[in-house]
Nanobody
Framework: VQLVESGGGLVQPGGSLRLSCLAS?????????MGWYRHAPGKERESVAH???????AYDDSVKDRFTISFDSAKRTVYLQMDSLKPDDTAVYYC?????WGRGTQVTVSS
């Protein structure tokens, strides 16, 4: 399965973005973990949010209460709603479903 992220861009601090991750084929979302990582220059890649096969969502402490992960199986899409964005959220964001990864979308938070 191929994954394509979209929705990144430039946003001011305090703003919002919604990232989307479209799967090329139908996915049984209940069978696999899905989620988002990010990689900022000079930093290690870090997990942002994920949903377990049992549909439990988990978040890194740095984004808890600001980011929301969700999915729409009919649209074959995983989402990451990002609110109250901070400059530290600047990174390339990658989605994954099981062991399949997208190529990333750039998010830049700057005034």
């Amino acid at each position: 399965v191929q994954l394509v992220e979209s929705g990144g861009g430039l946003v001011q601090p305090g703003g919002s973005l919604r990232l989307s991750c479209l799967a090329s084929i139908e996915v049984n979302f209940g069978s696999y973990e899905m989620g988002w990582y990010r990689h900022a220059p000079g930093k290690e890649r870090e997990s942002v949010a994920h949903i377990t096969p049992g549909f439990l969502a988990a978040y890194d402490d740095s984004v808890k209460d600001r980011f929301t992960i969700s999915f729409d199986s009919a649209k074959r899409t995983v989402y990451l709603q990002m609110d109250s964005l901070k400059p530290d959220d600047t990174a390339v964001y990658y989605c994954y479903i099981h062991d399949n990864w997208g190529r990333g979308t750039q998010v830049t938070v700057s005034s």
